[in-house]
C-alpha cells in the first residue's frame, strides 16, 4: 500500500523556518522523483520544488528560490523541505508527491497532475 505522509508543517512568524518531512513507503522510493507543492485558499496547487533520483537535480519555483531547499535520504525514504526567511505568502497546505521515473530522468514536471502519488498536505502558516 502506498503511503506518502507529510510532517513538520505549522505557525511560524515572517522570517522564521520550517523544515517539512515526507516520509514514503509501498513503492520504490530510490526509482522516484520527488517534489513539493503548495495549495493556498482559492488557489491552484503548484509547484516548489522537485529532486531527481539521486539528488543529483534540483528545481524551484521563482518564488521560494534562494530560500527553500529540498533534499532527499534514500536510506530512509524520506524527502525534505527546508524553508527559510517565511513570508505571509508562503502560507498553504504542502503537499509532497511521488514521480516514477526511468533510470537516470531529470525532468520535474510542475504540472501536479504528471506526478503519481500524493499525501494528505501539512498546514504552513506564516504570520504577519
Known amino acids: 500500500q502506498v503511503q506518502v505522509v507529510e510532517s513538520g508543517g505549522g505557525l511560524v512568524q515572517t522570517g522564521g523556518s520550517l523544515r517539512l518531512s515526507c516520509a514514503a513507503s509501498?513503492?520504490?522510493?530510490?526509482?522516484?522523483?520527488m517534489g513539493w507543492f503548495r495549495q493556498a485558499p482559492g488557489k491552484e496547487r503548484d509547484f516548489v520544488a522537485g529532486?531527481?533520483?539521486?539528488?543529483?537535480?534540483?528545481s524551484y519555483a521563482d518564488s521560494v528560490k534562494g530560500r527553500f531547499t529540498i533534499s532527499r535520504d534514500n536510506a530512509k525514504n524520506t524527502v525534505y523541505l527546508q524553508m527559510n526567511s517565511l513570508k505571509p505568502e508562503d502560507t498553504a497546505v504542502y503537499y509532497c508527491?511521488?514521480?516514477?521515473?526511468?533510470?537516470?530522468?531529470?525532468?520535474?514536471?510542475?504540472?501536479?497532475?504528471?506526478?503519481?502519488?500524493w499525501g494528505q498536505g501539512t498546514q504552513v502558516t506564516v504570520s504577519s
Open positions: 529532486i531527481t533520483l539521486s539528488g543529483e537535480t534540483t
Open positions: 508527491a511521488a514521480l516514477r521515473v526511468p533510470t537516470a530522468w531529470s525532468l520535474l514536471p510542475r504540472n501536479p497532475t504528471l506526478w503519481h502519488y
Open positions: 509501498g513503492f520504490s522510493f530510490s526509482s522516484s522523483a
